[in-house]
């Protein structure tokens, strides 16, 4: 790896909008597919990306990308994770880095806590304090976890939250976590772009929100965990754990972010009620935005081909955030892929310049299997914001299919 110096700037090409209404907006954009085509500028130095977004109410900043690592284990060797932390780190400057106890997914316990080893044994070698290490507890489930009692169902209680802590710092050879958040709610919600909430569903014997809490208070007294935050949560959770944060501040600690999925095909979810909950104004909650490409959906690479690459996620698991890759998204997707082309960009660039730019995302995750894949994704961060007439466009395709990855039937 090269010892250059790492500088901050903002690499930006000409992709804004045209104040000229006399063309069509095929042809404003068929002109500037010249301008512009190199994704980073040349310099002497390394191009970083810019470490300026705060997180909730912390003294901790980070880019607005965030590596991703569920594929560590499973789909990359412990070779090819460290070469992924390496050129992020310190090619962009990327500092975030997102893992799960649960991780490799698919969920397998021959895989389980592959995911944290790799960077634990990457992490050993760097300078700790600049890292921002991101981790998440498991949810109530019956997925076998490693130092979890293989005798009960995995739940958010203090107990099983403690030991997750405690096996989290053994495999990422670490003495503390920087962010450590409940990867989905003990109680029943409905997840994944699954049905509306039912009633029926609900459970009587929950973890309260105030043992979760109390739990982390004592985790972040200890030294192990300097925030807490939540996962696939809701905008009722959201707000019971302000309340707490509020209330009884002496024996709850604030919630600082919230990893939720959004994208193009996903929306609605975090745009109403999540994101008033999540304002400044209100909780002041930093939205950490997964799935900017909708597992891949958004690379395009499912559109046109016979058949779907072999290497490709929806291809080694079938099922595998089967939301995304339904027959009855494509005329969405060709519509996000005929804007990206007359913009001169590719369909992934324009996906993840879409979630970067929304003023609500504080930074978004992505992983990628391949080098090639991780640097297309992280050089569109160091583009500019999309221009004002690429945003009609999409917000015209967004009234057109709203939220098509939402369906009744997962």
Same mark, same amino acid.
């Given at each position: 790896m090269? =010892? =250059? =110096?790492t500088t901050t700037i903002r690499c930006y090409s000409s992709f804004s909008s045209s104040s000229s209404s006399s063309s069509s907006f095929a042809d404003k954009r068929r002109r500037r597919r010249r301008v512009g085509s190199k994704r980073r500028? $040349? =310099?002497?130095? @390394?191009?970083?990306?810019?470490r300026n977004q705060r997180v909730g109410d912390t003294d901790v900043k980070i880019c607005d990308v965030t590596l991703g690592t569920m594929t560590f284990g499973n789909q990359n060797s412990e070779k090819e994770a460290h070469e992924q932390l390496n050129f992020a780190v310190k090619e962009f400057g990327v500092n975030s880095i997102d893992t799960a106890e649960m991780y490799a997914v698919p969920a397998d316990p021959k895989t389980q806590g592959k995911t944290d080893e790799y960077i634990g044994s990457w992490l050993k070698h760097q300078k700790r304090e600049e890292i921002v290490l991101m981790t998440k507890v498991a949810g109530r489930s019956q997925m076998t976890l490693k130092g979890r009692n293989p005798n009960e169902e995995n739940r958010l209680t203090a107990k099983q939250m403690e030991r997750s802590v405690e096996c989290s710092l053994e495999?990422?050879?670490?003495?503390? @976590?920087?962010?450590l958040q409940l990867h989905w709610p003990d109680r029943y919600v409905s997840l994944f772009g699954g049905v509306p909430y039912e009633r029926t569903s609900e459970r009587d014997d929950d973890v309260s929100f105030?043992?979760?809490a109390e739990c982390?208070?004592?985790?972040i007294k200890s030294g192990k965990v300097r925030y807490f935050g939540t996962s696939n949560e809701t905008a009722f959770g959201v707000c019971e754990f302000g309340a707490l944060a509020k209330y009884k501040h002496k024996s709850c600690p604030k919630m600082q972010t919230i990893q939720n999925g959004y994208n193009l095909l996903q929306r609605i979810a975090f745009e109403t009620d999540l994101n008033e909950a999540c304002s400044p104004k209100n909780h002041n909650v930093s939205f950490l935005a997964y799935s900017p490409l909708a597992g891949g959906a958004l690379t395009g690479k499912y559109l046109n081909a016979k058949e779907p690459? $072999?290497?490709s996620r929806f291809t080694l698991f079938p099922g595998y955030m089967a939301r995304f890759n339904e027959p009855r998204l494509k005329d969405c997707l060709t519509e996000y892929q005929t804007l990206a082309r007359e913009s001169g960009t590719t369909l992934t660039d324009l996906s993840l310049r879409f979630v970067r730019d929304r003023d609500f995302v504080c930074?978004? #995750?992505i992983g990628a299997t391949t080098m090639p894949q991780l640097k297309e994704n992280l050089e569109a961060y160091t583009q500019p914001p999309l221009g004002e007439d690429v945003n009609k466009e #999409?917000?015209?395709i967004y009234r057109k299919y709203r939220d098509p990855a939402q369906t009744m039937n997962v």
């Open positions: 090269s =010892t =250059t =110096t500028c $040349k =310099t002497d130095t @390394i191009s970083a990306l810019e495999r990422l050879k670490t003495d503390f @976590i920087d962010v105030e043992e979760q982390m208070y004592r985790l690459p $072999k290497n930074s978004s #995750i #999409i917000e015209r």
